[in-house]
């Protein structure tokens, strides 16, 4: 009967230490309308852009405090922050702010939201913003960008970023195509800082964007790093 009662015991002690176990982590990475909600709810609430002073100057949230992730001061700035309460971080696409909120979680950050996809994202969505200052010009229109595809060649379009690491690896063979393969294609280059409506309407909301066009048609279109070689094979 002992034996019995043992059981029953380690049992009912196993069941409540199973009743201890930590609750699923809050999903912290919130889509742009979610994560305008979630601010409106925490209107007291640190909300960090951590790209570049320059894009910051271009258009940022309402209430947002620039840090740049790469800046030599970004530990210095973030550590002058309330570790306590909520935070609010982003960047263009989404890379740069996981990176950040990571390390602000390991710095003993408690409660720390990600804006999904970046300000892209957020643009792409109508949702509002505001700038700085003004910038002097709000880049390429939609009908210039159209005249850029009547080449009688095939045109290969890069949507890219200063700052965008595979951006910057893919640069300098797409200037190679561009010169080898100068009696086929033609390759453009569009910096997507500088030309934000331009990527709002084509609805360029990750970096890098590779398009290639026939005809005024799109081909084949590419998201996110591809190699030399992946490119070349689409200019057969």
């Not at 970004?74 to 309330?82: G, L, N, P, R």
């Not at 910096?191 to 081909?219: F, G, S």
């Amino acid at each position: 009967m002992a034996k019995y009662l043992f059981f029953i015991l380690a049992g009912i002690t196993v069941g409540s230490n199973s009743c201890n176990r930590p609750s699923p982590t809050l999903n912290t990475s919130l889509a742009p309308k979610e994560f305008k909600e979630k601010i409106n709810l925490v209107p007291s609430a640190e909300i960090i852009d951590v790209r570049t002073p320059e894009e910051f100057s271009k258009g940022h949230l309402q209430n947002a405090r620039n840090v740049d992730w790469n800046g030599i001061d970004f530990q210095a700035e973030i550590s002058k922050i309330d570790k306590s309460k909520p935070v609010f971080v982003y960047c263009l696409s989404g890379g740069r702010s996981s990176s950040a909120a990571n390390q602000m979680r390991s710095d003993g950050f408690k409660e720390i939201y990600e804006l999904s996809g970046g300000i892209m994202k957020w643009r792409a969505a109508n949702l509002p913003e505001t700038s700085s200052t003004r910038p002097t010009s709000t880049g390429m229109s939609h009908q210039q960008f159209d005249s850029l595809l009547t080449f009688d060649k095939l045109v290969l379009i890069d949507f890219y970023a200063e700052w965008c690491t595979p951006c910057k690896k893919m640069k300098p063979y797409l200037e190679e195509i561009s010169k080898d393969r100068a009696g086929k294609v033609v390759v453009i280059r569009i910096n997507a800082d500088d030309n934000q409506q331009l990527c709002k309407e084509l609805k360029i909301e990750t970096l890098p964007v590779l398009q290639l066009y026939k005809n005024k048609t799109m081909t084949w279109t590419n998201t996110g790093y591809i190699s030399k070689e992946g490119i070349l094979k689409q200019l057969l």
